[in-house]
C-alpha cells in the first residue's frame, strides 16, 4: 500500500494531491481498522485472485473531512497504477455498496470525487450514482461532487 500511496499518479485526485511515505500509510491503515471497530465497516484490501498481489483498497468510510454531507458513509477505492483500466475499481466498489446496504443496513452511501477525475466518475455512474451536490474540500482545497445512492435506489437498480 505504500508504493501506492507514493505514486503521484495515484494520488493526484487524493485529498491536496499530496503522496504519502511509509509511516503515513501505516497510520492510516491503523485508522481504517479502526473504523471497523467503530462502525461495523471499513475498507477492504483488493487482491488479485490467480497472484494473490494487493491492487489497492475499496470500501465504506466516515467522510469527516467534509462535514456539510454529514452523517454519511462513502464509497471509495484506490488502486495502483497498474491496475488502472481493468474493471476492478468497479467491481470493487459494487461489493462495497452490496456490503454496505444489504450486510450494514444503510440508508444513504455517498461518493466524493474531485472535479475533473472524469475515471472516478464513470464509476460513481456505473453504481448507479446520482449528483447531490459540488462543494470544496476544506482538507484540500480543491473542488467536489458529491453523488449518492439510497437504499431504495439500490433496491430498484439491482432487480
Known amino acids: 500500500m505504500a508504493a501506492i500511496n507514493a505514486d503521484p499518479e495515484v494520488m ?24 471497523w471497530e467503530s462502525q ?9 485472485r490467480s497472484t494473490g498481489e494487493l491492487a489497492g483498497f475499496t470500501g465504506l468510510s466516515v467522510p469527516g ?3 456539510e454531507v ?10 495502483g497504477r497498474s491496475h ?4 476492478l475499481a ?7 455498496v452490496r456490503f454496505g446496504f444489504e ?3 444503510l440508508e444513504r452511501i455517498v461518493s466524493i470525487t474531485q472535479v ?3 475515471a472516478s466518475e464513470r464509476i460513481v455512474n456505473k453504481l448507479g450514482m446520482r449528483p447531490a451536490r459540488e462543494t470544496v474540500n476544506p482538507t484540500g482545497g480543491r473542488r467536489v461532487r458529491v453523488f449518492e445512492l439510497s437504499s431504495g435506489q439500490y433496491v430498484t437498480t439491482t432487480r
Do not use: C, H
Not at 18 to 29: H, K, M, N, Y
Not at 40 to 48: D, H, K, P, T
Open 40 to 48: 461495523g465497516f471499513g475498507l477492504f484490501a483488493v487482491e488479485i
Open 103 to 105: 450486510e450494514r443496513g
Open 12 to 35: 493526484r485526485w487524493i485529498r491536496d494531491g499530496s503522496v504519502r511515505d511509509e509511516q503515513q500509510t501505516r497510520s492510516g491503515i491503523r485508522a481504517w481498522e479502526s473504523e
Open 65 to 67: 473531512y467534509l462535514p
Open 84 to 87: 488502472w483500466g481493468q474493471g
Open 90 to 96: 468497479t467491481e470493487a466498489a459494487e461489493a462495497a
Open 116 to 118: 475533473g477525475n472524469d
Open 70 to 79: 454529514l452523517p454519511a458513509v462513502e464509497v471509495g477505492w484506490r488502486l
